[in-house]
């Protein structure tokens, strides 16, 4: 498997240089379900590249992509969970905070996983029990207290029900910690935990595809990932996320 995760590594760069490489003057947009969730054409490129690369490294896995994907995921086999650029919004912006994240789940668990930011190269990586790493640089989370660490946390302008819930929240952190971020990456906002650049994340209904590869690398830097009830983050279905180190303190929207 550690010829895999390099080959997989590969594939990912190699896709990270196709978005960097776009011509912008021609980018088609397309709206999916809900306000401002939207998907591109290469959003679409980008999954089938990957969807075929990875089935050639691993030809007895199953694929899931963010992308009209019809694979229904189980708990038995092998799964690539998939999403082929994470931050379609700062993609159509040129804002530059995107990311690929592709995760192997075999039997129900992560084992492994990548998040690539091709803007400033660098690739995040984690296998089950080995550690994660940037750039092959070991991650470890901080150990900073919520009041001298920053929170990241996402929410989607589609979620039209979780807006208020999610801004009081982030006002909560707000007023505890240095300082509060919104990136609109899901996955890098978990490499942020990872890398000790940030000390908590929280969204209240993410997908899959958006954490399973950033919460393998987060437990794997060291710190703890689950949903907002501190119940094991599902695989089948959207949940909401919430990744830390081990020594910020959780808030509620009352603070």
């Avoid at 929280?202 to 437990?219: C, H, K, N, Q, T």
Wanted: aromatic share 10%; with cysteine; hydrophobic share 40%.
């Amino acid at each position: 498997m550690k010829n895999d995760l390099e080959l997989i590594c590969n594939l990912v760069r190699e896709c990270g240089k196709f978005i960097k490489g776009i011509d912008r003057g021609h980018l088609h947009i397309d709206s999916k379900e809900g306000r401002a969730n939207f998907v591109t054409e290469y959003d679409k490129q980008v999954q089938e590249r990957l969807r075929t690369g990875l089935l050639e490294i691993m030809p007895d896995a199953h694929f899931v992509g963010e992308e009209g994907s019809t694979q229904k995921f189980s708990p038995v086999g092998k799964f690539f969970i998939v999403d082929p650029i994470d931050g379609t919004t700062n993609f159509i912006k040129d804002f530059h905070i995107s990311s690929i994240s592709v995760a192997l789940v075999v039997d129900g668990e992560a084992e492994l996983g990548v998040i690539y930011n091709p803007y400033t190269d660098e690739m995040f990586t984690a296998r089950r029990g080995e550690g994660a790493f940037c750039n092959d640089k070991r991650l470890h989370v901080s150990s900073e207290p919520l009041e001298n660490g920053i929170v990241v946390f996402g929410t989607a302008p589609y979620h039209e029900e979780l807006k208020e819930k999610t801004f009081k929240l982030a006002y909560a952190y707000f007023k505890k910690a240095m300082d509060v971020r919104r990136c609109g990456s899901a996955a890098l906002d978990l490499c942020s935990v990872a890398a000790g650049r940030a000390e908590l994340f929280f969204e209240l209904i993410l997908s899959p595809w958006d954490y399973a590869a950033g919460g393998l690398i987060v437990r794997e830097a060291g710190g703890l990932v689950s949903d907002m009830d501190g119940n094991e983050l599902a695989l089948d279905r959207p949940c909401s996320v919430l990744a830390r180190n081990r020594v910020a303190q959780v808030l509620t929207c009352e603070g």
